[in-house]
Nanobody, 127 residues
Framework: QVQLVESGGGSVQAGGSLSLSCAASGITNSRYSMAWFRQAPGKEREGVAAIDSDGTTTCADSVKDRFTISIDSAKYTLYLQMDSLKPDDTAMYYC?????????????????????WGQGTQVTVSS
């Protein structure tokens, strides 16, 4: 059974930075994809950034040039460095994994591209 545990959320003022981590356990495939999603109250869950185990990345336009996704494939640990944070970035952030291989590029920022989810970590950005 795959388990994902996020950490690193918190509160910060606009313009500040936060780093999120997601430790995955139970993934046995050497080819897998992981991603960060976020969901604000009353809104749909949206894909923020995704990465394959070989390091190929995809980022949503709303966070390009501000957020950086990375992975330590050997440790099955996912990271998200968030800089120049805005109040609109306030949301619950979720880690997701596709344990069966690389997610097709069409679904890398879609919830349908992943079969495991973490519990989420809250990020709050104040103006």
């Amino acid at each position: 059974q795959v388990q994902l545990v996020e950490s690193g959320g918190g509160s910060v003022q606009a313009g500040g930075s936060l780093s999120l981590s997601c430790a995955a356990s139970g993934i046995t495939n050497s080819r897998y994809s992981m991603a960060w999603f976020r969901q604000a109250p009353g809104k749909e869950r949206e894909g923020v950034a995704a990465i394959d185990s070989d390091g190929t990345t995809t980022c949503a336009d709303s966070v390009k040039d501000r957020f950086t996704i990375s992975i330590d494939s050997a440790k099955y640990t996912l990271y998200l460095q968030m800089d120049s944070l805005k109040p609109d970035d306030t949301a619950m952030y979720y880690c997701a994994a596709n344990s069966g291989g690389h997610t097709d590029y069409l679904f890398q920022l879609s919830r349908y591209g992943y079969n495991y989810w973490g519990q989420g970590t809250q990020v709050t950005v104040s103006s």
